[in-house]
């Protein structure tokens, strides 16, 4: 997990492996990530990385991606909520993060979106990490 992001211009499929096609009857979201996974790392907009994010596909190289949107704009959402994509990163696993403290720094210092702490959790994973 050591691999940094490589261009934007590349897939997942390009950079990890091309996935075999999904199998007949898969569910929407193993279709949706099957496609993902074909899409340049450049063209992936919120919701893509949220979602590939959110299934643990590929963080090596969508982390770094999600990251630049979220130091942009810590609200950034997908489909879901603003704040989302944020939810999605901090929530991976310690393992990841303690492999790489750089994002996990990087994460840290993003804000947590606005309106958050009302009932929610706000620390990640990433809050122990590196340290």
Known sequence: ???????HGRSLDELEGAWP?????????IT?????????????????????IGQDIGLPHLV??????????????GDLYPGDL????????????ASRPDLAARLRAVPPPAGRGRGRETRSSADGAGR
């Not at 990530?33 to 979602?51: F, N, S, T």
């Not at 944020?86 to 393992?95: I, L, N, S, W």
Request: charged share 20%; no cysteine.
């Open 1 to 7: 997990m050591t691999a940094e992001p490589a261009g």
């Open 21 to 29: 096609p999904p199998a007949p009857g898969a569910t929407r979201l």
């Open 32 to 52: 949706t990530a099957h496609a993902l996974h074909r899409v340049p790392l450049g063209e992936l907009g919120a919701e893509g990385l949220r979602l590939l």
């Open 64 to 77: 770094p991606v999600a990251l630049d949107l979220l130091e942009a704009d810590p609200a950034t959402e």
């Open 86 to 97: 944020h939810d999605a990163v901090a929530g991976r696993r310690p393992g990841f993060w």
